[in-house]
């Protein structure tokens, strides 16, 4: 079995597994059954960071997987897990962060989180869980208010720490001025092809872990390319070290000192994403990849509208995107 490394979250002092397993599968809630089995397989491998959220309806399954693994003894007690969830669009009103919180505790079958996370600066009227969310739902999304609940979370111990997902240095900012409690971590979309050089410099400065999504591009879900899977530099730099792609991408996440996610319910996949640690990359590969053209893989053009709080992916990424 691999033992996973740590590193120590600032804000909350608690500490997080360097790479994780992700739990979106598209559709959403397809084949629970499955998932289950794989979260069992993983915890055998070595995994011990998981990451959920109520939009991917993967809650259940994890909940149950946690339960068997302790009475199987693959874990002596659920403190060994680190288990993150997210906060929906639809939940990111004040009023109905702790109900959804407690919701989520139910589903997994658990007392507290690791770590709870609003998915996006985002809030879509009350009710539905879903990718993409109606337009018409679209309202502005109060970030001083929701984050107020997310703290109150945290005080009465249901989360050990919180953060955030997809947000700004801008939106971070915004944040951060009336913040009580800082975001332990900032989840956002990381590769080598998009490396948010700016974005993880403001958040060292500031104390806030990144974890990275989507290391590989996120091929086979709504929005993914096969962009970084197909790029010819890392593929030399595979060849070269006998690695997959994939490990390259995983690696080098690693060495930014990031939480990397990985989600691939083959079981050979997923054992290949765990012999990351006992390599490197050359500082002649790190140049190479430093080069590469950078262009971002999640536009989120779901949250855009005319009649919404953005009207450009400019004002929800507070940046130039390529939608080319």
Avoid at 71 to 95: M, N, P, Y
Avoid at 158 to 174: A, D, P, Q, R, Y
């Amino acid at each position: 079995m691999v033992s996973i490394p740590v590193t120590v979250l600032v804000s909350s002092d608690k500490t997080i597994p360097l790479l994780g397993f992700g739990t979106a599968e598209y559709p959403f809630g397809a084949s629970s059954e499955t998932m289950k089995d794989s979260f069992l397989h993983a915890i055998k491998l070595g995994y011990r960071h998981f990451d959920s959220a109520a939009l991917y309806q993967s809650e259940h399954p994890l909940g149950e997987a946690i339960s068997d693994a302790i009475q199987l003894g693959l874990v002596k007690s659920r403190d060994e897990l680190f288990i993150t969830s997210k906060l929906w669009c639809s939940d990111a009103h004040h009023d109905r962060v702790l109900p959804a919180l407690h919701k989520t505790l139910k589903n997994l079958q658990l007392d507290y989180l690791d770590l709870y996370l609003i998915h996006f600066p985002v809030s879509v009227k009350p009710g539905e869980y879903e990718l993409p969310v109606k337009k018409k739902d679209l309202v502005p999304f109060d970030i001083n208010s929701v984050w107020e609940a997310m703290e109150e979370c945290h005080k009465l111990g249901l989360t050990k720490s919180i953060g955030v997902s997809n947000f700004s240095c801008k939106k971070l900012e915004t944040l951060l001025a009336t913040a009580k409690i800082s975001p332990a971590v900032n989840q956002v979309e990381m590769n080598p092809l998009w490396q948010q050089k700016k974005l993880r410099d403001f958040c060292e400065k500031k104390g806030i872990h990144i974890t990275a999504y989507s290391p590989l591009g996120a091929k086979g879900t709504l929005w993914g390319k096969n962009l970084v899977l197909d790029c010819k530099v890392l593929k030399e730099i595979a060849d070269a070290k006998g690695k997959t792609i994939a490990q390259v991408c995983l690696r080098w996440a690693f060495e930014q000192g990031v939480s990397v996610l990985v989600k691939s319910f083959n079981k050979e996949r997923m054992k290949e994403n765990l012999d990351i640690f006992e390599w490197k990359l050359s500082q002649d590969d790190l140049q190479k990849i430093n080069q590469l053209p950078q262009r971002k893989g999640f536009p989120g053009l779901e949250f855009i509208s005319n009649e919404g709080p953005y009207k450009s992916p400019e004002e929800l990424w507070d940046e130039e995107i390529d939608l080319s």
